[in-house]
């Protein structure tokens, strides 16, 4: 930014000082112009000084850009402390904390110096026109977002349809084989007299001969076919033959 | 004007961007380099002798013809054409560190500006300023920017050697490019790498 295109400000901090921070393009650049409106040099910055113009400067501030100039505000008010750290006069080691800070305004006033020679160039540059002439895309950031309700559904619907379809486990309902487990207790028990519970299940029984089994078992009790006795809590169940069957 | 200089211009004319001379020397067999240079300054005679509006530019790596700076007011006043929008500022001083720094990671670039430069580095990839040239080694891995083609191409360089060396700034400061003399060159790059 060129010294005529910069805000003109009234600093001081009095009431009715200005600055537009659009028209800066970070914080160094607000602090190089604090510093040049003040004819300051960058080797020897008052620090409290411009600390508070600073701060007066960002106070009004739009959210987007504040981290950026916070940053720099909170950099500006430790230096200040440092500087009011009282010093030995006698101190060779002391090291001015302004000078990173110094550092960093010449980078960037040499990057705002090559910006504006590029910025004549283009300028040249853009009095020629070739041939096959193009306009050059609109300029970005993409706009404010604006929706109604029917689009704002639309993208959810989209938003929905995107998502992977989740596994399903199909559940079965596996028939359990009462009328079966019925018939093999009735078949034992014509031949034996009593039979263990584990017995009734047979060899190498599956979940679902367990429940069929015992459902079974259950049911022939209440029909009084047989009697199921436990000896003991825990104890193995003891499936005793109650009445003669029709076989016996 | 020789058949050269005139199969030239009409190559000139038909094509959207700069032309290099390797490309240029495609257009016949047997056609040397040498050959389109010569072609090239006697059809800058012509267009510049004969008072044309229009003129052959070296810029970009290449050649192009285009309208003299001095009929652009009346070109645009009659909306033949419409001159390319300004850069912002913020986007002129990243292209800037960008093209002194190449290539050059986000990290610093904000480092420098003291703003963060995302939206910045989008826009200008996306107008074809700058673009991805490597990943850095430093954790993360961070994409590494350079300027493209087109860099050169709005700004009217030849190339990127054409940019204000260090040296003629105002304000020096560490230079990131070789030095033409070559016995700054290590101690230069020793500089960017630290």
Do not use: C
């Amino acid at each position: 930014m060129t010294a005529a295109e910069a805000p003109t400000t009234a600093l001081g901090g009095e009431p009715g000082f200005v600055v537009q921070l659009d028209q800066f393009s970070g914080p160094l650049d607000l602090l190089l112009h604090l510093l040049r409106e003040q004819q300051i040099e960058i080797a020897d910055i008052p620090i409290a000084k411009i600390a508070d113009q600073f701060l007066s400067a960002i106070h009004e501030l739009g959210l987007n850009q504040a981290a950026d100039y916070l940053d720099m505000a909170s950099r500006l008010v430790r230096l200040k402390a440092q500087m009011l750290l009282p010093r030995r006069t006698d101190d060779d080691g002391w090291e001015d904390p302004r000078a990173e800070l110094v550092r960093r305004l010449l980078e960037y006033q040499q990057i705002k110096e090559v910006a504006l020679w590029l910025q004549r160039q283009a300028d040249r540059r853009a009095l020629q026109y070739a041939r096959g002439y193009l306009p050059p895309p609109p300029e970005l950031p993409p706009p404010p977002l604006e929706l109604d309700i029917a689009e704002l559904l639309a993208a959810v619907e989209r938003v929905i349809l995107a998502i992977p379809t989740p596994v399903l486990h199909r559940v079965v309902a596996r028939p359990l084989d009462v009328e079966g487990a019925t018939r093999r207790i009735e078949a034992m028990l014509t031949d034996m007299h009593e039979l263990t519970f584990r017995d009734a299940l047979g060899p190498r029984p599956t979940i679902v001969d367990v429940l069929s089994t015992l459902l079974a078992l259950l049911e022939l009790a209440k029909r009084g076919m047989l009697r199921i006795v436990q000896d003991a809590p825990f104890s193995g169940l003891v499936i005793r033959r109650d009445s003669p069957l029709a076989t016996d | 004007m020789t058949p050269l200089s005139q199969l030239i211009e009409a190559a000139l004319y038909s094509a959207a961007r700069p032309l290099t001379i390797e490309e240029l020397a495609t257009l016949e067999p047997e056609v040397t380099l040498a050959d389109v240079r010569t072609a090239l300054e006697q059809l800058k005679e012509a267009l510049d002798f004969g008072q044309h509006g229009v003129e052959l530019v070296e810029l970009a790596g290449g050649w192009q013809i285009l309208t003299r700076p001095a009929l652009a007011a009346a070109i645009e006043r009659a909306q033949f054409a419409v001159r390319t929008p300004r850069l912002t500022p913020a986007a002129l001083e990243t292209l800037a560190i960008i093209a002194y720094r190449q290539p050059v990671g986000r990290a610093e670039i904000e480092e420098i500006r003291g703003v963060s430069a995302g939206g910045v580095l989008r826009a200008l990839q996306e107008r074809g300023l700058i673009e991805v040239v490597g990943r850095s080694e430093a954790l993360g891995r961070p994409l590494l920017y350079g300027t493209a083609p087109m860099f050169l191409e709005l700004l009217g360089l030849k190339d990127v050697a054409d940019l204000p060396r260090a040296d003629e700034l105002t304000i020096a400061l560490h230079p990131h490019r070789p030095e033409p003399e070559g016995k700054d060159d290590a101690a230069a790059y020793v500089e960017a790498e630290s």
